[in-house]
């Protein structure tokens, strides 16, 4: 059975940084792509960086780039999110994401709203204050 569980999430200044985990089970991470979307308050979920499980290529959302770094570790099952000089429109909740088949950037560009729910964790939160 496919689970996610993400942590790592919590309070920050701006500028600070956290790492989010997403440990996986119930299948490996070699065949997939892993995403980690973002909710923020009163917006739409939106993906935030992306890479694949096989060939480790990865995406990021522009409001990301040079802050955020996605990684993976096939042997842990295990995809991670290091996040620095965070800024308060980073807060929202962290979720990670997988799907089989599909790009890293489809991947992120898409809503994941045809993604089953077991394809989701349950999130984690992160706030940055001001």
């Known amino acids: 059975q496919l689970q996610l569980v993400e942590s790592g999430g919590g309070v920050v200044q701006s500028g600070g940084s956290l790492r989010l985990s997403c440990v996986a089970s119930?299948?490996?991470?070699?065949?997939?792509?892993i995403a980690w979307f973002r909710q923020a308050p009163g917006k739409e979920r939106a993906g935030v960086s992306c890479?694949?499980?096989?060939?480790?290529?990865?995406y990021y959302a522009d409001s990301v780039k040079g802050r955020f770094t996605i990684s993976r570790d096939n042997a842990k099952n295990t995809v991670y999110l290091e996040m620095n000089n965070l800024k308060p429109e980073d807060t929202g909740v962290y979720y990670c994401?997988?799907?089989?088949?599909?790009?890293?950037?489809?991947?992120?560009?898409?809503?994941?709203?045809?993604?089953?729910?077991?394809?989701w964790g349950k999130g984690t939160l992160v706030t940055v204050s001001s």
């Open positions: 994401a997988v799907r089989v088949t599909l790009s890293v950037e489809a991947m992120c560009l898409s809503s994941g709203e045809d993604l089953a729910p077991s394809n």
């Open positions: 890479i694949s499980g096989s060939d480790g290529k990865t």
């Open positions: 119930g299948f490996t991470l070699d065949y997939y792509v």
